[in-house]
């Protein structure tokens, strides 16, 4: 049984950082893998905030120069460093994963699912 496992949310203020990491059970982030993260605003749809490929990165517009995915294919652990954290910001975040090599900021892409872990971003 595939789990994936968020941790590392909580409560910031503006221009503050965070780091989540997403932990698999059950479940090898391979190299050949697409893995992401997500997130839900109050009230709104989930959006992609940044993936990875078998062919490259990819993020949101509102999150380049801030954010940065990176993966531990040693410790099988998805991380999203976050800075300069905004008010907007503000979201339940959730990783994803998928065994295929392309993938987009379609949520249909993404086979399997964390619980999220919530970010609150203070002005």
């Known amino acids: 049984q595939v789990q994936l496992v968020e941790s590392g949310g909580g409560s910031v203020q503006a221009g503050g950082s965070l780091r989540l990491s997403c932990g698999a059970s059950g479940y090898i982030f391979y190299s050949s893998d697409c893995v992401g993260w997500f997130r839900q605003p109050p009230g709104k749809e989930r959006e992609g905030v940044a993936i990875?490929?078998?062919?490259?990165?990819t993020y949101a517009d509102s999150v380049k120069g801030r954010f940065t995915v990176s993966k531990d294919n040693a410790k099988n652990i998805l991380y999203l460093q976050m800075n300069s954290l905004k008010p907007e910001d503000t979201a339940m975040y959730y990783c994803?994963?998928?065994?295929?090599?392309?993938?987009?900021?379609?949520?249909?892409?993404?086979?399997?699912w964390g619980q999220g872990t919530q970010v609150t971003v203070s002005s």
């Open positions: 990875i490929g078998r062919y490259g990165t």
């Open positions: 994803a994963a998928v065994r295929r090599a392309y993938c987009s900021f379609n949520t249909q892409d993404f086979e399997y």
